[in-house]
C-alpha cells in the first residue's frame, strides 16, 4: 500500500471539490475527495476541533481505521481529538463534513459527547437513515447536488435536534476566539458555574473536558502555523505555550508525530484546500 508521505504527494493525489458558495447551515464544513491514483492510499488524519462524518461514496473500498486497527466502511463518524486515524483505499471517492461541537450535539442527537476521541459507524447514531442518505449521495450526478443533499439532511436533523447549553456554547466559543488560551476557572465564572458543574456539562455535552478542548484548538492553531513553514520555536511563543518543548508535548500527544512531522503533514495540505476558511466553520 503506497503512503502518501508528503504534502506535494496528498495535494497530488487527490481531486478536492469544495461548495461554490456558502452554505445556508452555520457551522458545517463540506469537501468531496476523488484520488487522483489507482495505487492504494494511506493517508494520517490529523485532529481537529470538529466532529466529522465520512461518507464513502465510491466501490466501497475506503476504511476508516482508529488507532487500535478498527475499520469502518460506508460512513463513520469521527470524534473531536480521535488519535491515530488513517483513511486507507483504492481508487477513494468520498464526503467529508465537519462539524462544530456545538451542531454535531444537534444533529448526532447529543451522541457525538460519546464518540469522542473515538470512530463509529454513524449507522449506529442514525440507523437506517445513515444507509439511504449514502445511497443518495452515491447516486448524486455532481459534487454540488452531494453538497445539497448533505446540508438538506443535516438541516432536517437539526431542527428537532439537541441544543447545547448556553453556558456550555459560551465556553466552547470563548476558547475558540481565544485559540485555546483561556483558564476554565474564569469561563466558570462568566457562566456562573462552578468549576466541577462546568466540566462536567461540557463533557457530556461535547465529548472533551473544558481544558481538553483548549487544548486541541491550540494544538490546531499549532500544527498549522507549523505547516505554513514557521519553526517550531517562534510558534510556541506567538501560540501561547510555555516554551518549545510543551509545544512538543502537545504535538505528540494529539498528532503522535514530531512538530517537524507534522509540518510536512499530507493531511494539513489537503486540510487546508478543503477547508480553508478560518472560526471553526463560522460557529463563533
Known sequence: MRAVDSAHDAVDVWEIATPSRPGRLRGVGMAGFRARTTDPVDLAVVPYPAVTLAFDIGDGTLAVVDSEGREQRDSAVIGMAADGVRGLGRDVACLQLRLSPLLAHAVLDGASAESGGRVVPLDDLWGRDAARLRERLCAAGSWEERFAIAE?????????????????????????????????????????????????????????????????????????????????????????????????????????????????????????????????????
Open 152 to 284: 438538506a439532511a443535516l438541516a432536517l436533523r437539526c431542527e428537532g435536534g439537541r441544543v447545547v447549553d448556553p453556558e456550555v456554547a459560551y465556553c466552547w466559543r470563548q476558547i475558540v476566539t481565544h485559540q485555546g488560551s483561556v483558564r476554565v476557572d474564569r469561563l466558570a465564572e462568566a457562566v456562573g458555574w462552578s468549576r466541577k458543574w462546568l466540566w462536567s456539562r461540557f463533557r457530556a455535552q461535547l465529548g472533551l473536558t473544558p481544558k481538553r478542548a483548549a487544548q486541541l484548538v491550540r494544538f490546531d492553531q499549532a500544527a498549522h502555523h507549523l505547516a505554513a513553514g514557521n519553526a517550531a520555536a517562534r510558534v510556541a511563543a506567538e501560540i501561547g505555550y510555555v516554551d518549545q518543548s510543551h509545544l512538543h508535548r502537545d504535538v505528540m500527544a494529539f498528532a503522535g508525530a514530531t512538530p517537524r512531522a507534522v509540518a510536512i503533514a499530507p493531511w494539513l495540505a489537503v486540510d487546508d484546500i478543503a477547508w480553508a476558511e478560518p472560526g471553526y466553520l463560522h460557529d463563533v
